[in-house]
Structures are given as C-alpha cells and as structure tokens.
T-cell receptor, first 122, second 107 residues
Framework: EVLLVESGGGLVQPGGSLRLSCTAS????????MTWVRQAPGKGLEWVSV??????????YYADSVKGRFTISTDNPKNTLFLQMDSLRAEDTAVYYC?????????????RGQGTLVTVSS | AIRMTQSPSSLSASTGDRVTITCRAS??????LAWYQQKPGKAPNLVIY???TLQSGVPSRFSGSGSGTDFTLTISRLQTDDFATYYC?????????FGGGTKVEIK
C-alpha cells in the first residue's frame, strides 16, 4: 500500500524559512512524478510544484506565486520528498499536500496523506 | 498561466438530482482536464481525467465532457456521499492550475 506522510509544518514569521517533508512507503519517490499542492484556510486548491525523473536527470516546475522562493527536491536513500520554503509570506499560509503521479499521466495526482499546516504570521 | 474558471461556485441540490458543473480554460487545453472531489478536512480524490475518463472505483453516475476550452462534470443522480467540493484542473501545461471550486450542498 502506498503511504505518504507530510511533516514539517508549523508557525513561522514572515520572511522565514521552513522545510516540508513527505515520507513515502510503497513507492520509490525518485521513480515517480511527485507534486505539492496547497490549500489556504477556507480557500481552493493551488498547485505548487512538481518534480519528475527523466533521462537527463530530474525536472522541476513551480507556480508563479512561489517561483524563486520554494525548492522541491528528494532524498533518495530516505525515499523522501521535500519542499524548501524561503522568504515566506502570509499568503503562503495553507495546508500543504504531497501526492504521487499516476502511471498513465504523472500530472494526475493520487493524494495519500493528510497534509501539513504552515502558518506564516508574526 | 492558464486560468481555469468554474461555475457555479456553489449549488444546493437534493439527493437524486442531476447536477452539472462547468469549467472554462483561458486557452485551449485539448482534453487535459481533470476533476477532483474534496471533502472537508480531507485531501482531494481524482474523479475524472482526460475530460471524460472515469477514474477506477468512481461510480458511473459521474461523467465528464468537453475539449478545448469548455468542460462539464455531471452527476446524474446525486447521492449523499457526493456532497463535497469539486475542482477542475488543467494538466496541459505548467504551471498546472485549478479552478476555484464548486461546493455542492444539500438543499
């Protein structure tokens, strides 16, 4: 069974940094499309970032709202996906979900975790 | 980025009703359109992909149609378990984008 457990959320001041983790079991993170999606309190879903393997190494993409501030990466021995979040803003406050991509299209997401809450506030 | 516009933002319906939600893309996305269902406090679940293909395990009362810029999600006979928020998402090009969501509530 595939399990994804998000962690690392918490309260951080504006301008601060936080690193989210998504620990996987039942799949090899480095062999899959892995995505972060977030949801601000009472708001809709927002796609954040994707990382996927390729012949020339992994590829990454970001939402315009986080480009240059967030970095997606993996620790393959630990089978863990990360989201390094720098220069945090109040509008980054959200529950962050990680997801694996489905076989037939890696951008279709299978969410297996409960998310981790990030609160950016002074 | 491609903008996805859903309507309505919310609707009230009774069990057994037929419900239709629309989603419009700001540019053509072929059939690279997915619908997700989300219940309060839970992660989203994929319902339809490729605009009209039912995800495994999803009841056949759900259906999707459309291509290019205009899409619909239809629930033929609303069941209690279907009361949730539905999001369309384009996966045609990065950055991927979601619609604003449609909350389906009990009348």
């Amino acid at each position: 069974e595939v399990l994804l457990v998000e962690s690392g959320g918490g309260l951080v001041q504006p301008g601060g940094s936080l690193r989210l983790s998504c620990t996987a079991s039942g799949l090899i993170v480095s062999n899959n499309y892995m995505t972060w999606v977030r949801q601000a309190p009472g708001k809709g879903l927002e796609w954040v970032s994707v990382l996927y393997p390729g012949n020339r190494g992994s590829s990454t993409y970001y939402a315009d709202s986080v480009k240059g501030r967030f970095t997606i990466s993996t620790d393959n021995p630990k089978n863990t996906l990360f989201l390094q979040m720098d220069s945090l803003r109040a509008e980054d406050t959200a529950v962050y979900y990680c997801a694996r991509g489905l076989t037939y299209n890696g951008n279709l997401c299978d969410y297996r975790g409960q998310g981790t809450l990030v609160t950016v506030s002074s | 980025a491609i903008r996805m516009t859903q309507s309505p933002s919310s609707l009230s319906a009774s069990t057994g009703d037929r419900v239709t939600i629309t989603c419009r893309a700001s540019q053509g996305i072929s059939s690279y359109l997915a619908w997700y269902q989300q219940k309060p406090g839970k992660a989203p679940n994929l319902v339809i992909y490729g605009a009209s293909t039912l995800q495994s395990g999803v009841p056949s009362r759900f259906s999707g149609s459309g291509s290019g810029t205009d899409f619909t999600l239809t629930i033929s006979r609303l069941q209690t378990d279907d009361f949730a928020t539905y999001y369309c998402q384009q996966y045609y090009s990065y950055p991927l984008t979601f619609g604003g969501g449609t909350k389906v509530e009990i009348k």
